[in-house]
C-alpha cells in the first residue's frame, strides 16, 4: 500500500523568507509524486509533479521540489515567500493501475502553510 | 493547465431530498473522473473513480446506493447524493483526467461543492 506523510500540520514563515513544506511517501516501484494547493472553499490546484529525470522539478508560482529516492522525499520549496501564498498544501503520490487503469492519488493530510507579512 | 468545473458550489437542502453535483473538464476530455469526499481541515477521500461509459468503482466504506455516480461523456460526471441525511453535509470535489489512461497523466480539480443538509 502507498502513503504519504507530511510531518507539519502548519508552516509558519515571513514573506520574502524561503520556504519549506515537507513531504516522505511510501509506494512499491518508481513514485510519480504531486503537489497541490487549495485555497479556502476551492478545490485544489495542480503546482507540479515528479515522474522521471531531474530531480529538481519546477512549477507554477515559482514554487518547485526536490525528489530525493534515497530518504524518499519529496519537500516543496520556494525561494520568496508571498503573502498570498498562504493556503493548505498537500502532497500525493500516484501508484500502480487499481483497475481499468485508474491510477490513483493518496493524498497527504495536508500542510497549512502562513506567510507573516 | 486544464479546467474543470463544478456546479453547483454552494447548495443547501432538506433531509430526505436528492442532490446532483455536476462536473464538467471544459477544455480536454475526462477519461477518467474521480469524486472526493473532504471533511473540514481534513484530507481528501475517495468516494469514487469512473471511466467514461463504464459503472463507477466505488470505495470500501462508499454506499453506491447513496451516492450514485454517472460518466456518460467524456466531458460531464454527475454525483447524486439519494435521500441526503445531515451526515451527508460535506465538501465534495471531483477530478479528471485526460488522455491516455496511464501514471502520467495529471488530474485536475473542479473547485468543489458545500452540501449542508439541514
Known amino acids: 500500500a502507498q502513503s504519504v506523510a507530511q510531518p507539519e500540520d502548519q508552516v509558519n514563515v515571513a514573506e520574502g523568507n524561503p520556504l519549506t513544506v515537507k513531504c516522505t511517501y511510501s509506494?512499491?516501484?518508481?513514485?510519480?509524486l504531486f503537489w497541490y494547493v487549495q485555497y479556502p472553499n476551492r478545490g485544489l490546484q495542480f503546482l507540479l509533479k515528479y515522474i522521471t529525470g531531474d530531480n529538481l522539478v519546477k512549477g507554477s508560482y515559482g514554487f518547485e521540489a526536490e525528489f530525493n529516492k534515497s530518504q524518499t522525499s519529496f519537500h516543496l520549496k520556494k525561494p520568496s515567500a508571498l503573502v498570498s501564498d498562504s493556503a493548505l498544501y498537500f502532497c500525493a503520490v500516484q501508484g500502480q493501475d487499481s483497475g481499468a487503469g485508474s491510477y490513483q492519488l493518496t493524498f497527504g493530510k495536508g500542510t497549512k502553510l502562513s506567510v507573516i507579512p | 493547465g486544464a479546467v474543470v468545473s463544478q456546479h453547483p458550489s454552494w447548495v443547501i437542502c432538506k433531509s430526505g431530498t436528492s442532490v446532483k453535483i455536476e462536473c464538467r473538464s471544459l477544455?480536454?476530455?475526462?477519461?477518467?473522473m474521480f469524486w472526493y469526499r473532504q471533511f473540514p481541515k481534513q484530507s481528501l477521500m475517495l468516494m469514487a473513480t469512473s471511466n467514461e461509459g463504464s459503472k463507477a468503482t466505488y470505495e470500501q466504506g462508499v454506499e453506491k446506493d447513496k451516492f450514485l455516480i454517472n460518466h456518460a461523456s467524456l466531458t460531464l460526471s454527475t454525483l447524486t447524493v439519494t435521500s441526503a441525511h445531515p451526515e451527508d453535509s460535506s465538501f465534495y470535489i471531483c477530478?479528471?483526467?485526460?488522455?491516455?489512461?496511464?501514471?502520467?497523466?495529471?488530474?485536475?480539480f473542479g473547485p468543489g461543492t458545500r452540501l449542508l443538509v439541514l
Open positions: 477544455d480536454f476530455q475526462a477519461t477518467t
Open positions: 509506494v512499491s516501484g518508481n513514485p510519480y
Open positions: 477530478s479528471a483526467r485526460g488522455g491516455l489512461q496511464t501514471r502520467q497523466e495529471t488530474q485536475y
